[in-house]
């Protein structure tokens, strides 16, 4: 109870400090869930599933614009002196996504996995942060139709503690969306929507997301994969609004890191070639960067040859009419 009083303070605060703002669609005047809140220098947060987030001056002193976006939408930019307490988003045709209409009919399928990665060292995960995503590349390997059912995402749940009896609770929130092939790099995106999801200490190292019903099918050209986290949920399950950076005082000044989140994810060396792909979402750009030599010469996971995201699919693959 003791070591819950201080934190019960510190948020306290945090929600005194910072104003609550809703991200709405302008036609429908609808929340827009998970919107974007990009800063202008490659950090940001996000709207929560009501399209609420919390933003303050002494949190962010160092920044004057917020540039709110949504897939399907226009991005609006606003000056941190006055942002009003609905922002309201146009559509954007050109984004618009496609609507694909797919019959499911009750066809005979056979079940094929393709198996995941999974480790338990500390020292060959990825610690995720708010700002990066990371892609991992499916080949389509045969002429049948073949619909995702589940992906099964690696985890290390643990605490980096060896000495700690049990493992520390979390409940953290992530994003899941699909690209297309493009030369080898995520493409496009694909028509699908987002898929949010939940994981906590409870769940096991190879985390099973079943997708089944979400009707994803792999394109002749593959598929990628990827998933992003969006920060802690709270006891209700929602995103919390929190800070996700910590200033540092350095040689150089004030430095920003990001705040990690658990769980961390396994990289591994066991997958031939680079199939994992990683981008700043927070960027103007968003360019993709394929997670090798060129990306880092400095990273350890890339010095250690553990290049990929152990991620692995199970597949329905329908037999001829």
Do not use: C
């Not at 997301?209 to 920060?231: D, H």
């Amino acid at each position: 109870m003791k070591k819950l009083f201080p934190l019960l303070l510190l948020f306290l605060a945090q929600t005194a400090y910072s104003q609550q703002y809703t991200v709405l669609d302008s036609a429908q005047r609808k929340p827009i869930s998970y919107a974007t809140i990009s800063f202008g220098n490659g950090n940001g947060t996000f709207a929560d599933a009501d399209g609420n987030f919390r933003f303050s001056k002494k949190w962010y002193a160092d920044i004057d614009s917020l540039y709110i976006s949504a897939m399907g939408h226009k991005e609006v930019v606003l000056s941190t002196k006055s942002i009003p307490k609905e922002i309201f988003l146009a559509e954007d045709v050109a984004m618009l996504k496609e609507v694909y209409i797919m019959a499911e009919k009750k066809r005979k399928y056979k079940t094929k996995k393709r198996a995941s990665q999974v480790h338990n060292d500390y020292f060959r995960s990825w610690l995720p942060t708010v700002e990066s995503e990371i892609a991992v590349f499916f080949p389509k390997n045969t002429e049948k139709s073949t619909k995702i059912a589940s992906v099964y995402l690696p985890i290390k749940v643990e605490s980096s503690n060896r000495n700690a009896t049990k493992n520390q609770s979390f409940s953290t929130i992530f994003k899941m969306q699909f690209y297309g092939n493009d030369n080898g790099y995520p493409g496009k995106r694909l028509s699908y929507e987002d898929i949010i999801f939940r994981v906590s200490e409870k769940d096991k190292s190879n985390f099973e997301l079943n997708v089944s019903e979400y009707k994803i099918f792999i394109p002749k050209e593959g598929i990628f994969v990827s998933i992003q986290v969006l920060g802690y949920a709270d006891k209700d399950g929602k995103l919390q609004q929190t800070k996700k950076y910590s200033e540092i005082e350095t040689r150089k000044g004030i430095v920003k890191v990001s705040t990690t989140f658990r769980p961390l994810l396994p990289f591994t060396d066991k997958i031939d070639g680079y199939k994992t792909f990683t981008r700043r979402i927070f960027f103007k750009n968003r360019s993709w960067q394929r997670f090798d030599k060129e990306y880092s010469d400095n990273n350890n996971l890339i010095k250690n040859n553990n290049t990929n995201y152990g991620m692995g699919l199970k597949l329905h693959l329908y037999e001829d009419e």
